[in-house]
Structure formats: structure tokens, C-alpha cells
């Protein structure tokens, strides 16, 4: 991590945080025929302040196994959140391993509110960076045959609002067109890292060359890169990016070659600290960055905003405001940019 990053985290962690309790409390949203969203806020409180964080793991049942470790008392931040990541936050094993660094995401998260509230500090001043208006773009399903409907019908409630869409074997040479003419498609994200979910999408070179072909401004995220995809996608390796594969620097490291850009979801990293890292490391080596959701039902959309306002505005950022996720989004939603909502003191987002 840079001087600057580095000694902000250190600065942060070591200021000292009361915690009297933490409260918990679960969101539900119904968003499709067998499927509720649940998420659970995590709010620990002390000196008449309240800090909050939500975790975001996508099986219900997980939340039901919620357990955190001792976080009563005086103690730094730094020391809480060292407390937090060797604990086991689940009282049975979590339907998918990467919801532990969700869980984890949702407690730091919420330890570095009350810590900077319970200083009258801004995250935005602890990082020493101003916050901007952020860009957003709409991720959208295309329905079942897919169709360009959906994304006409936003144009035509919000002109000039941008997309990150999920390609699918329907997809055709005349939609992929079709979507083009729109010049609205930010983002194509080929779900190639999802393994037992309804959004799992099988590498199909055809369908990959197809869509880069067709769609030559568009990101082209998280394909999977088997022999028979590999010198399909190669002469647009400079506009691919990944997702799902990222939870640490080391992971960027991995990567099967440089990459312009990646996609961030800062509850994939677990880790405040790790994600400030990442920050730090693609700013050195010149990659690209845009914020992604979790489809948050709560304060934890405030925090990826608040963290795209900071460190990449303008990028075509899946941080949409929440009641675009609802079946069929209507008039009068904020457009984009964002204006700028970071609170004046703690880890807070707001907006009208």
C-alpha cells in the first residue's frame, strides 16, 4: 500500500472505538417467484452513536447462523478488526465460501462508522480524498426469450442511461445489434465464474465472440477463459475485465494477463484494509476501476457509492440507486451522476 493509504488505514485503526452492544437487523424483499432477498445490518453502538454495516450473502439461510465474537468494551479499530477476521461468523458452514468475506465486509464496515462518528470524522477525510458526483450504470436481465424491451424501455424513461447487461445463449446477431444502435451498453458481463446459480452462464465461444464483436465499447466481464474461448477473446483482451475472481491484490496478481480494468465489489475483499490495498495497487499500476453491487437492501449501497465517489467517479459504476432493481423501475429515480451524498461524519451515504 502507498504512504498515503497505508497511513491512513494506521491512523484509523489505531484511534480507539467504545462498543456497549451491537444490535442486528434483517431486510427482506421479495424479487422474483421463489426468491427473497435478505441481507442483515450489522450495528454496533456506543457514546450515543451507531455504527452500521450489511451483509450481503445471498443464501437466506445463512443468516439465520450469525454469530460474531466478543466486540464489547474499549479497544482500537485495528485490534476489533483482527478480532473479527480470525473469528468464524457462522454457526454452519455458509452455502457459498465467499460469504465469509461478506460477513466480515459487513462488521469492518460497521466498526469504521461508529469509530470515525465516535470521532466526528468523514471516511472521506480519513482517506484525504474528496468526493464526487458518481456515474452509475443499470444491470439488467434481457427476460426470458431476451428481448432489447427492458433496456428501451429505461431509454425511454432516462435518456442517456448507460447498462451492464448479462448475455445469454438466445442472444442473438439482431438483439446484439439492436443493443448496439442503443449505445447504452457499458458492460457485458459473461458470468463466467458462477458455478449452481440461476445466472450461471456455460463459455460458449460463439456466443463470446459474438457479443465482442457485436458490442465494441462495452467491457467484456469475467468470460471464462477455456482453451476454445482463449483465440476468441484474444484480440479483445485489452477490454476484458474481472469480477467474481478479484478478493485481494494477490488475486490481481494472478490474473492470466494485464488487465486495463477491473470491477470491484468491496465485500468480496472481507477486509477494510485489504480493499484500501487494492485501491493503492491498481492506482500504481494504471488499471482502470468501477464499483459493482450486491444487490444491497439497505446502508450497504451508500457504502459502494460512497467508495465510487471517492476512487472512480466516472466510471461506469453497478452502484445504481436501490429501486432500480425492482421488476419494473418507473419514472422520477435520480439520474446519473449521483450528486454527492457523503455524510459529515462516519462511513454514510445519503440520498433524497
Known amino acids: 500500500m502507498s504512504a498515503s493509504l497505508l497511513t491512513a488505514w494506521e491512523r484509523l485503526a489505531e484511534r480507539t472505538v467504545e462498543i456497549e452492544g451491537v444490535e442486528l437487523q434483517r431486510l427482506e424483499q421479495a424479487v422474483s417467484t421463489g426468491f427473497t432477498r435478505v441481507t442483515t445490518l450489522i450495528k454496533p453502538f456506543g457514546r450515543g452513536e451507531e455504527g452500521v454495516g450489511e451483509d450481503v450473502s445471498y443464501n437466506a439461510e445463512d443468516h439465520d447462523h450469525l454469530t460474531l465474537p466478543d466486540l464489547t468494551g474499549t479497544a482500537t479499530l485495528g485490534e476489533l478488526c483482527e478480532r473479527v477476521g480470525a473469528a468464524d461468523l457462522f454457526t454452519e458452514k ?149 469480477d467474481a475472481p478479484i478478493h485481494s491484490v494477490r488475486d490481481v496478481e494472478k490474473l492470466p494477463f494485464p488487465v486495463k480494468c477491473l470491477n470491484v465489489k468491496p465485500s468480496r475483499f472481507g477486509s477494510v484494509e485489504e480493499l484500501l490495498r487494492f485501491y493503492d495497487h491498481c492506482e500504481q499500476h494504471g488499471i482502470e476501476l468501477y464499483g459493482g453491487g450486491q444487490f444491497e437492501l439497505g446502508p450497504g449501497r451508500g457504502h459502494i457509492q460512497y467508495l465510487a465517489s471517492l476512487f472512480h467517479p466516472d466510471s461506469p459504476n453497478d452502484v445504481a440507486p436501490g429501486a432500480f432493481n425492482e421488476p419494473e423501475p418507473g419514472a422520477g429515480l435520480p439520474t446519473s451522476p449521483l450528486p454527492v451524498g457523503a455524510a459529515p461524519t462516519g462511513f454514510r451515504w445519503s440520498q433524497a
Open 94 to 242: 455458509p452455502g457459498m465460501d465467499v460469504a465469509r468475506n461478506y460477513r466480515r465486509w459487513a462488521v469492518e464496515s460497521a466498526l469504521v462508522d461508529l469509530t470515525l462518528r465516535q470521532h466526528g470524522l468523514s471516511f472521506a477525510q480519513a482517506v484525504d480524498r474528496e468526493p464526487k458526483p458518481v456515474t452509475f450504470v443499470v444491470s439488467t436481465r434481457l427476460g426470458d426469450p431476451s428481448t432489447a424491451t427492458p433496456v428501451r424501455r429505461l431509454l425511454e424513461l432516462y435518456p442517456g442511461l448507460r447498462f451492464k447487461l448479462d448475455p445469454a445463449l438466445d442472444w442473438t446477431d439482431e438483439l446484439i445489434a439492436e443493443l448496439f444502435k442503443t449505445g447504452a451498453v457499458a458492460v457485458a458481463d459473461l458470468k463466467g465464474f458462477y458455478r449452481g446459480t440461476p445466472v450461471d452462464l456455460p463459455a460458449d465461444p460463439d456466443l463470446y465472440g459474438r457479443v465482442a464483436e457485436g458490442l465494441p465499447g462495452a467491457w467484456i466481464e469475467d468470460p471464462d477463459l477455456t482453451p476454445e474461448v482463449w483465440p476468441v477473446l484474444e484480440p479483445h483482451f485489452d477490454r476484458v475485465t474481472w
